[in-house]
């Protein structure tokens, strides 16, 4: 493993080796929870490079002690900073069992700062990336 980087906040796109692993994941998200697993949560979300999205059962969560070696890590500025300190306040929420709807929510809001609903929020993505 690069001692070097930090495992807590590796920014999406980067590039990692997991243990016992001969293929490379990109980060592809953060904290995902598997709800029929009991509200499991992981410390990321990643996609087979350089494959990527090829299904939903190319999705693949896992935890940081699972990663081997970094193997680049992806592109990180000021957005990406506010992220990460929002999303650790959502993930000390989750860790104290609190509504996890309710939580992700208003992680949401609070991040992109215009109340959007959580019925409008595919909309809000949709529009925001151009998609």
Known sequence: MNDSVSL???PVGSIVLL???SHRLFV??????LKNKNNKMYDYIGLPYPEGF?????LIVFNKKRIEKVVMIGYSDEEDKKFKKELQKTIEKVKNNEDLDYIMEEAFNKFNGDG???NEQQWFITNRYNL
């Open 8 to 10: 807590d906040n590796l």
């Open 19 to 21: 243990k016992g692993s």
């Open 54 to 58: 090829i299904g939903f059962n190319s």
């Open 28 to 33: 592809a998200g953060f904290a995902p929870v």
């Open 116 to 118: 959007v609903s959580k």
